[in-house]
């Protein structure tokens, strides 16, 4: 089960980094995006492993306060990002 987190979790980390490299070629993307959309896929990446870990050993809460933790945390940041700093930056 923990194998299937881990290569899944790799699949996730290529696609995203495909998406960022997308979006560079679209957006205009300044330091404070960059920090912004590192951070996000940080704290998602934290909260995939946190939250699949948990409940493969049997402790749902655990599994849930990662989840509403970093989970949530994730994705205010990524929307307040692409909000303030990737859409402004059109080219």
């Known amino acids: 089960m923990m194998g299937l987190m881990w290569y899944l979790m790799g699949m996730g980390t290529t696609a995203a980094l495909w998406g960022y490299?997308?979006?560079r070629r679209t957006f205009v993307l300044e330091w404070k995006a960059n920090l912004g959309l590192g951070l996000a896929f940080v704290l998602l990446w934290l909260c995939v492993g946190?939250?699949?870990g948990s409940f493969a050993e049997g402790e749902p809460?655990?599994?849930a306060m990662g989840l509403?933790?970093?989970g949530l945390s994730s994705l205010?940041?990524?929307v307040l990002?692409?909000?303030h700093w990737v859409l402004p930056?059109?080219?």
């Open 89 to 91: 930056g059109r080219k």
């Open 68 to 70: 509403l933790c970093f």
């Open 21 to 23: 490299l997308r979006l």
């Open 50 to 52: 946190w939250s699949w």
């Open 76 to 78: 205010m940041l990524t």
């Open 61 to 63: 809460q655990s599994g």
């Open 81 to 83: 990002t692409v909000r």
